[in-house]
Each structure stands twice: as structure tokens, then as C-alpha cells.
């Protein structure tokens, strides 16, 4: 399962009156953006390429000026776009550590053979991820994602195999 881009931030708002956007991080890694050269901005029409003139960080948000958005109305234009890198620049992560992109759409197996269903999202809880699999019969079934349950995952045969504690099927 490739996707060609991943999306790691969301232009949410001009910043100033010179051209300068406000970026929501949507990465575990929003530095990134610091050392960002250029950016690939998606506003569902169509992919624009910008070179960054500089960027920082503003609370919980990166400001970005791009060269040739100069003026608030320019920027106004951007409002809602996604930034996105392709795949291949995605920052490593540590052996056993998946991308939940890597993780969305992974056909779920029992240890004996049966179909689950399919990863429809990761959810964020305090102590481990859960994944919410829907079944071929349309149910939610919620997985916790912890080893004794998550016996292996597969990315490149899209394909993830659990051991169900008793009651969770």
C-alpha cells in the first residue's frame, strides 16, 4: 500500500499583511519545517510547488512565507490547503514504529485464517493506540494495538495479523 504524498501540515490562516501563512502542524515532527526548502501546496485543484523564504514557529503553529505570496490577499487564497511531502520524505522512525498512513487500510487477519476487516483509523488513547477495523459485515471492531494482540504487521502485503482476546470478536 503507497501513497504518492503525505500530508503534514494545513495552511489555516494568512499571517500579517505581507504574505505570510499560518501552517497547523499535522506531523509528530513539525521541525521539519524549519528546514524545509520548498513546499508542495494542495488546495484540491491543483499542486503548486513554493519556495520558502523563511519560517518559525508561532505557539502551536509554523509560520511560513512563501516567495510569491506577497500580500494578505495572496495568502487568503492558500487558506485550507494541505502541505504534503512524498513519501520518500517522510522522516525515518525507529525499527517496530509505523506511520498510522502505513497503518489505515491494512487488511486484519485472525491467527486462523478468518478475515476481520479493514483499519479504518488509529485512535489516540493514553496508554496504547486502538485501531477501529470494520468487518465485512460493516461492524466496528476495536483493536487494542498492544503485542499480545497485534501479532504482526505486514505493510508491503497489506496485510496485519491479531490474536482477539476472548469476547473482542
Not at 510547488?49 to 503553529?61: D, I, N, Q, T, W
Not at 504534503?84 to 520524505?89: F, G, I, L, N
Not at 478468518?114 to 477495523?133: E, F, H, M, R, W
Request: glycine share 10%; proline share 7%; charged share 25%.
Amino acid at each position: 500500500m503507497t501513497l504518492d504524498y503525505i500530508t503534514v501540515g494545513e495552511i489555516v490562516a494568512p499571517h500579517g499583511h505581507r504574505g505570510a501563512v499560518r501552517v497547523l502542524p499535522l506531523t509528530d515532527f513539525p521541525e521539519r519545517f524549519l528546514k524545509m526548502q520548498k513546499v508542495r501546496v494542495f488546495t484540491g485543484k491543483e499542486i503548486q510547488v513554493y519556495p520558502v523564504e523563511s519560517a518559525g514557529l508561532h505557539k502551536r503553529f509554523i509560520l511560513l512565507k512563501l516567495a510569491g505570496v506577497d500580500d494578505i490577499k495572496s495568502a487568503e487564497k492558500l487558506r485550507g490547503a494541505a502541505i504534503k511531502v512524498p513519501r520518500a520524505e517522510t522522516v525515518p522512525l525507529p525499527p517496530g514504529h509505523l506511520y498510522v498512513f502505513e497503518i489505515v487500510g491494512l487488511e486484519v487477519w485472525s491467527e486462523e485464517g478468518a478475515l476481520i476487516g479493514k483499519v479504518g483509523a488509529v485512535l489516540k488513547t493514553g496508554a496504547n493506540d486502538v485501531y477501529s477495523v470494520t468487518s465485512p459485515n460493516g461492524k466496528e471492531i476495536l483493536i487494542p494495538a498492544i503485542k499480545e494482540v497485534v501479532r504482526e504487521i505486514d505493510v508491503d502485503s497489506g496485510k496485519m495479523l491479531v490474536r482477539l482476546p476472548e469476547g473482542l470478536t
